[in-house]
């Protein structure tokens, strides 16, 4: 059910060769800050972003709240110690006293609302850090959780750039092997952590390694949902359920519709390259 291995040698040059690029000409901007969770998807953003750009152009920043586990915050930490980032490139910011803020103005909220309120408090720190070190937010959102839906919009969700987004979470884990991550890192199951004991595979009751099947043989190699079922030997309602949920987020992939009035509006159409500026 495993898919086809990728060639780490080159997707991670080239995603380090696009990133500076993206970073220093197309946007203008002289560094990269990256959120650091102790997890897979930021440890490889992290390594791939140092890559790209230097130890002295990538900043890290820890943000742990209450529902975060110490050991997240200690692989986090290993992974700055492994990268060599300068003492000043690098902070843990504690968001417990401000979601507790939001609280105390809002009123009690549902799990999920203080999770979406947390992930983007968290998004809010990044890109005031970015605007200090003239900066661009690097996202980790990696490909099966951009299809999923998987993440929170303007949460985690709003980044300027995602380098790892085109690779499935198998993928990930892969590159993560090659770049030199800890193994403990590299294996550790993917997590929000927006409220106890929460693990993405939980959350959407199905194991990685089968989502990664069903979206590689659906959007991939474009096979149709009953033989994607029988290839992999699971449930077409297995195989609906996932599909679902990429169908049903698609509007958590896109910038806001914008309405055409004029004869040429800002949307999907409209496009302007730096060079005319």
Request: glycine share 8%; with cysteine.
């Amino acid at each position: 059910m495993s898919l086809p291995p990728i060639n780490c040698e080159r997707v991670a040059d080239y995603i380090a060769r696009r990133l500076r690029w993206y970073v220093l000409n197309y946007a203008g901007k002289q560094a990269g800050v990256v959120g650091v969770s102790g997890g897979v998807d930021s440890a490889v953003t992290a390594y791939l972003s140092v890559k790209a750009l230097g130890r002295k152009r990538v900043y890290c920043y820890i943000l742990p709240s209450k529902t975060t586990p110490r050991e997240d915050v200690e692989d986090a930490l290993e992974v700055i110690k492994r990268l060599e980032l300068p003492e000043d490139h690098y902070e843990i910011i504690d968001i417990n006293s401000i979601v507790e803020s939001f609280k105390e103005k809002l009123g009690k909220m549902t799990r999920i609302e203080r999770g979406n309120v947390m992930a983007r408090i968290r998004m809010i720190i990044l890109h005031q850090r970015a605007y200090r070190h003239n900066g661009l937010v690097i996202g980790t959102g990696d490909k099966s959780e951009l299809l999923l839906g998987y993440f929170t919009k303007y949460g985690d969700g709003g980044v300027d750039v995602l380098p790892i987004g085109g690779l499935y979470k198998t993928h990930v884990r892969q590159l993560a092997k090659y770049l030199g991550v800890p193994e403990k890192i590299a294996e550790k199951p993917s997590s929000p952590r927006l409220w106890p004991g929460q693990t993405a595979e939980k959350e959407l009751g199905v194991s990685y390694e089968i989502i990664d099947s069903i979206l590689y043989h659906r959007f991939e190699k474009w096979l149709p949902e009953e033989e994607i079922a029988k290839i992999l030997n699971i449930s077409n309602k297995t195989v609906n359920k996932i599909l679902t949920l990429v169908k049903k987020t698609q509007h958590k992939r896109l910038p806001p519709e914008v309405f055409h009035i004029g004869y040429r509006d800002l949307g999907s159409d409209w496009r302007y390259p730096r060079q005319w500026f």
